[in-house]
């Protein structure tokens, strides 16, 4: 199918509404306005415990108890500063940020090669690594988690951070295989024979040819990962338990459930907003990668 | 057609063109054969062996050793371990927590999935069909705002999310407060702290959670329906509802079953949520689950044995779930000859 033909068939909402401009029938109006109400009805159920806890951030634990809907007295940022230095944020916030970087890297690294292999050769054992690799994707972490325990303690990677990222790379790694290996197998045969033909090693294929190719796929897989990988809980609350190397998910619940009834609502709060920020940028920016790769594919 | 259409990008947009000029898409080749040069051989090394080594090390190896560590009484303080043959799991069974714990297991992975999935796809459909039944088939107006508002709660860690709905369910959080504007005074309910509300309270926050990503997906699989099919229709005379039941739904089949695994494997887990809502398991044990009481026996009690049992009985429980799930696809319908894969 050819490329003009892919622009014709286009049903992105919004970008078409200008054409066509004819009158509405009743029906119209009652689907539309039923739909309208349902999907603004789930939009305010989103949204209202983000604002509650943006506004809740800002409020002592006092203003919190009196209303749900009050706003603070003063704007301060009081509460970010008990949570960032008091409550040791600041440093859970570093040690996320160094894991998952490197984390993020390697897999993206590893799981783009491993996937590109299984999909682009014929290698004695690749059926069955596959299929272990389908075993890795629906077992439960679960039930990996106790010997896992003592295989980082054996090699003494229990609670350092190089231990989290390399067990973060470990399950993180099928995901990104099995989604790489059918857009590496995706990929036109004749571009990687030209590339040999050039004379280019296998190495040189991979990474000039293949590799940029695979652009969309590593983009999208990428940003999985990374939400995956920031949001990762049971990984660090099993193998992470020294105090000075808490990543973020782990120090929430740790800060939720230690306080107790004496628990600082504001900084919780606070503390809730600092976990979020990053994967807020992050969304923001995803959006309009996503936009632009699904218009992409049917604007030309 | 080829998959490239839904993903887009320039790279792809070559493979189409080749695509197009060769006619049909070639099957794919089983790999092209090489020879054992030192290119080929060091590429191999580090490309297949580095990758692949990692995942047998932390992930396949401790799978097997759990299957091992249950038939034993290992405490992990100490470095003796008994083999007790199958004692571990007849002590599971007889163990009514436990087995409460599984019920709901089971109760969220039936009810999870299924809430979830209807209401991505009825959000998805009226995002991309729900528009004016004239001229070309398309959505609602502001259908962006909502798809990026929805998809939302997918990016927020599920550990905040629970911490969250936590302090929203609370005798004075917010949704009591919402509750007290329409003049519902409820005596400062606690909904996760009664039996009767806990885990419906619970699984509205996972499916909270996870609508605007399986919505997101639908509309991507809607999107890769030929275009050209969704016209026919119309001028066939079908209306929206039709054309969602009869030509969208059987065409995107295989991302349904495949949401409805991932979600019931996601409730069998479920542990993120319940330890941020519950922490202690609920109010007469009626949110607990497998894996909570896993990381308790482990990692509180040191029973690593026992623990390692239940882990096995989770993971037979989520192949069982993925084999009905796939079962039940099989049965209801045969394959759609779309093409698409």
């Not at chain 1, 919190?64 to 970010?80: E, Q, R």
């Not at chain 1, 960032?84 to 783009?112: P, Q």
């Not at chain 2, 580090?46 to 396949?60: D, R």
Request: aromatic share 14%; proline share 5%; net charge positive.
């Amino acid at each position: 199918m050819s490329v003009e033909t892919r622009a014709a068939i286009t049903i992105d909402p919004g970008a078409r509404q200008a054409e066509h401009k004819t009158k509405s029938t009743t029906s119209d109006k009652v689907v539309g306005g039923v739909s309208h109400v349902m999907l603004v009805i789930w939009a305010i159920i989103v949204i209202l415990p983000l604002v509650w806890t943006i506004i809740g951030s800002f409020k002592t634990t006092k203003e919190i108890f009196k209303s749900p809907f009050g706003l603070p007295a003063n704007w301060n940022f009081d509460n970010y500063v008990t949570a960032w230095v008091g409550n040791n944020f600041g440093r859970m916030f570093l040690n996320t940020i160094i894991v998952v970087g490197f984390s993020l890297f390697l897999v993206m690294l590893l799981g783009a090669m491993c996937a590109y292999v299984l999909a682009r050769f014929s290698v004695p054992g690749s059926r069955v690594i596959y299929y272990l690799m389908l075993a890795g994707l629906t077992f439960p972490v679960f039930l990996a988690i106790v010997p896992l325990f003592g295989i980082l303690q054996k090699i003494g990677l229990l609670g350092t951070l190089p231990g989290l990222i390399l067990t973060y790379v470990a399950y993180a790694l099928p995901f990104t295989v099995f989604f790489l290996y059918s857009f590496f197998k995706s990929l036109p045969y004749e571009i990687q024979e030209a590339a040999y033909m050039d004379g280019a090693s296998e190495w040189r294929t991979f990474f000039q040819v293949m590799l940029p190719m695979a652009k969309p796929g590593l983009a999208a897989i990428a940003i999985m990962n990374f939400l995956g990988l920031w949001n990762q809980f049971l990984l660090p609350i099993a193998l992470n338990p020294n105090q000075d190397n808490y990543v973020l998910s782990q120090g929430m619940a740790a800060f939720a459930s230690s306080a107790g009834y004496s628990l600082d609502f504001g900084a919780m709060f606070a503390a809730v907003m600092i976990t979020i920020i990053p994967v807020l940028l992050i969304y923001i920016f995803f959006q309009r990668q996503l936009q632009g790769s699904v218009s992409q594919g049917t604007s030309k | 057609m080829s998959n490239s259409t839904v993903s887009g990008g320039s790279a792809l947009q070559t493979a189409a063109v080749v695509t197009a000029r060769s006619g049909r898409r070639k099957p794919p080749r089983a790999g092209l054969p090489r020879k054992m040069t030192l290119d080929y051989m060091s590429f191999l090394a580090v490309f297949l062996v580095l990758p692949v080594a990692i995942f047998l090390i932390f992930v396949i190896w401790p799978f097997i050793q759990a299957v091992y560590f249950s038939l034993t009484n290992w405490t992990g303080f100490s470095p003796q371990m008994g083999f007790v043959g199958l004692d571990n799991f007849v002590r599971l069974f007889q163990d009514g927590a436990f087995m409460q714990a599984m019920g709901n297991n089971i109760l969220l992975a039936i009810v999870v999935p299924l809430i979830t999935i209807i209401i991505a796809l009825v959000f998805a459909s009226l995002i991309t069909v729900g528009g004016p039944s004239h001229g070309q088939v398309r959505g609602l107006k502001a259908s962006s705002f909502y798809r990026v508002v929805s998809f939302f709660p997918y990016v927020i860690p599920a550990i905040v999310i629970a911490i969250l709905w936590n302090m929203i369910y609370a005798p004075s959080g917010l949704l009591n407060g919402i509750l007290g504007l329409f003049g519902i005074d409820n005596n400062q309910f606690a909904w996760l702290g009664d039996q009767r509300t806990a885990m419906p309270a619970s699984i509205f926050v996972m499916v909270w959670g996870m609508v605007g990503f399986y919505m997101v997906l639908f509309i991507a699989a809607i999107k890769g329906i030929p275009a050209e099919t969704l016209e026919a229709a119309r001028i066939d005379g079908a209306g929206r509802f039709r054309t969602v039941t009869s030509i969208m739904l059987p065409q995107i089949r295989d991302n349904v079953q495949t949401a409805y695994i991932y979600l019931g494997i996601a409730a069998l887990d479920a542990f993120v949520y319940m330890a941020g809502l519950n922490s202690t398991g609920g109010p007469g044990n009626s949110t607990l689950v497998m894996s909570q009481y896993l990381f308790r026996t482990a990692f509180e009690k040191g029973q690593f044995g026992l623990a390692s049992a239940m882990g096995v009985v989770l993971a037979v429980l989520t192949l069982v779930f993925a084999g009905l799930v796939m079962g039940v696809f099989r049965l209801t319908g045969g394959k759609d000859e779309g093409g698409r894969s």
